[in-house]
């Protein structure tokens, strides 16, 4: 059976590292949900860093690159694109790299760096990272890892059903949930149906509402919009297909 854990907080990222699992990062508003929807208008990849400094550094050195990301929900000074998947339209991203940065969500990515197989999930993919996670650790016979981004290292509501959603979809008689993976999917099945309103009373949602951002709270609860599987090669996450048929 395939153990399926998962970790609440983006510093525990390196749990799921020592353990050698598939780690699937999941920061539904909205670091990940940004990065799925960038790929998926034909950006060429997106490198996560934690700080807008170590952003702006990149940048010096690679001024063709898009320079995005938020600190307190909003587009730092002299950046191009904020974190709004909305604004990732194809002919804005299409073929670029991104530089990304956000407050928990990229700091996630670079706790789990060290990880041989990191995802990256939001309700966006929700099909094809479960697909993609149970294949991949059913071949190296490894666990799976939920890594949930949270909010300054504190749980966050929407993380958690979308980690259920991705346990829902794994097959049944073949995994062995954590107790916190099968919490995770009886509070998805719970509110499943009414999903965008449920992650409305979220802290986070609550504060993209107030400072005009409500839309994307409902574009991040869109599920399978998407089918790309982003993957972190090194520094920079690409799609999963691009690297496995580079192998
Ligand atoms: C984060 O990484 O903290 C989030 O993506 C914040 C946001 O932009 O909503």
Redesign the pocket.
């Known amino acids: 059976l395939t153990p399926v854990n998962l970790e609440f907080v983006a510093k525990d990222a390196v749990k799921a590292v020592e353990r050698g699992d598939v780690i699937i990062v999941i920061?539904v508003?909205?670091?990940t949900s940004t990065i799925i929807t960038a790929l998926a208008n034909g950006a060429d990849g997106i490198i996560p860093v934690k700080t807008v400094r170590e952003a702006l550094a990149i940048h010096r050195e690679h001024p063709e690159f898009l320079l995005a990301g938020?600190r307190e929900?909003v587009r730092p000074k002299g950046f191009s694109l904020g974190?709004s998947p909305l604004e990732f339209f194809p002919t804005k991203v299409s073929g670029k790299q991104i530089i990304l940065t956000?407050?928990?969500?990229?700091k996630a990515l670079t706790e789990a760096k060290g990880g041989r197989w990191v995802l990256v999930g939001a309700f966006l993919n929700v099909e094809a990272i479960t697909d993609a996670a149970f294949r991949i650790a059913e071949g190296e016979n490894s666990g799976i890892s939920l890594v949930l981004?949270g909010?300054r290292d504190q749980f966050s509501l929407e993380d958690y059903l979308c980690a259920g959603a991705i346990v829902e979809g794994f097959p049944a008689q073949k995994i062995w949930n954590s107790d916190a993976a099968l919490a995770s999917l009886l509070a998805f099945r719970q509110v499943c149906d009414s999903l965008s309103n449920i992650v409305l009373r979220g802290s986070?949602a609550q504060y993209?509402k107030r400072i005009g951002l409500e839309e994307d709270v409902y574009f991040c609860c869109k599920r399978n919009r998407y089918s790309i599987v982003p993957y972190l090669e090194g520094k920079m996450i690409i799609p999963l297909d691009q690297f496995e048929t580079r192998m």
């Open positions: 920061d508003l909205r670091c938020e929900g974190n956000t407050t928990n969500g990229t981004s909010k986070h993209l």
